[in-house]
């Protein structure tokens, strides 16, 4: 509905008078066969005859007025029904052409759109239909060509031109008072529903609509105890600050954030998530400090020109693969304050080597006898693959290796794609049986010092 224009954006200028100059079709085909006739009236007539259609019995049994006149003409139309379905009992309610899309014109400059059915009356009709009363489905009906005909219906056609206009203004009226009343449904103080339309990977967001992967990473206690304890220990530096969450999810760190004093907390989330993150928001009576906005952190619009501080748990697989950290530099670049910071605001990502035959074994290995066939071919698809582990402490046989340090506040995206060269040194005699790699985030700039491994 945001593609309506505004009622204010109507230019008064710009109405029917600037299609004077068009050219009116004054032919139009009959409702239901190919017969073509210079009038409305002739059409109905000719309806009325050979296809036993009355429009004066249609309009009042189903009780027609302008605009459920349109729908009709445009619903016959387009779905094209027998005559016979109009002497059927329709309930009011539930008339096939009340649909708002039957208010768009089949065809161009259809006479039968701006024919006057609520002036029609009784003894306008019984005179017409006489007259015509014995013609058969051959008939040929002379054109009127008569100037005074012409000029009189090209008025009644003006006539039915401005009073559709004003229905389409009290329509566009009634669409804007619909739009807002949606709006006011999901906008409160507390919570605002903000859906932009883009390009998005849907998969992508969809993954996190599913409440098993976020009970997953709030059952990871590292990683949500990290987070907390950096909030709860440093509540000064949130105290009266206006605070972002990029990628929220369930809105766990929004409510650490206005626990340890915010003054404002702005969750963004595109995935459905975010509908259940309102309920819990709520739940805990938090409404009237977290704020939380559906949609793509680069296409939605904040209630305030700069934030304080943002906090994100963006990371991804190894740190960057599917993170959110491009996400994160858009909302520094374009909200955060001067003096502002974002947390966590240091990353490393490290390398190590390992000796794990157990597990070697399980993934490479077994494929050397499966059932008493040789499958070697299988493993070279193994190595190839990177996969996520629990890495016992016994099994590293190196010195760690950084190769990459992330400082949050200063990085662009452009130092995101890089090469590194590094050096692993072996501590004790093993089969190196594989390279781990992994990452630390660290909160550490004006506060206690917190680390996450």
Known sequence: MDDLPDLDDIDEDN?????????????????????????AEQVLQHCNVVHSFDILAVQKKYDLDCIS????????RLQKPEPVKFQENYPIGQLPWTADEFMKPVLDN???LVYDIESMTIECMTTESNTYGSVNDDINIDKMDSSSSLLQRL??????AARAEEALVQALQDLNLARSTTKNLF????????????EEDQSYFDSYAHFGIHQEMLQDKVRTESYRDFIYDNQHIFKGKVVLDVGCGTGILSMFAAKAGAKQVIGIDQSEIIYNAMDIVRENGLENVVMLIKGKMEEVKLPVKQVDIIIS???????LFESMLDSVLFARDKYLHPDGTVYPDLCTLSLVAIDDQRNHDSKVDFWNNVYGFKMTCMKSCV???SSVEYVKKDTVISTPCMVKCVDICSIHVKDLDFTSSFKLEIQRDSNCTGIVGYFDVIFEKHCKKTEMS
């Open 187 to 198: 906008e409160t103080k507390d919570v605002q529903l903000n859906v932009e339309n883009g």
């Open 110 to 112: 259809d006479l039968m």
């Open 383 to 385: 190595l190839e693959e």
């Open 69 to 76: 006149y349109i729908k009709m003409i445009n619903f016959i």
């Open 313 to 319: 748990e963006w990371m991804g697989y190894f740190l």
């Open 155 to 160: 008025k009644h056609a003006e006539h039915r």
């Open 15 to 39: 109405t029917w008078d600037d299609f004077e100059d068009e050219p009116m079709n004054l032919e139009s085909p009959c409702l239901f066969c190919s017969r073509i006739f210079p009038s």
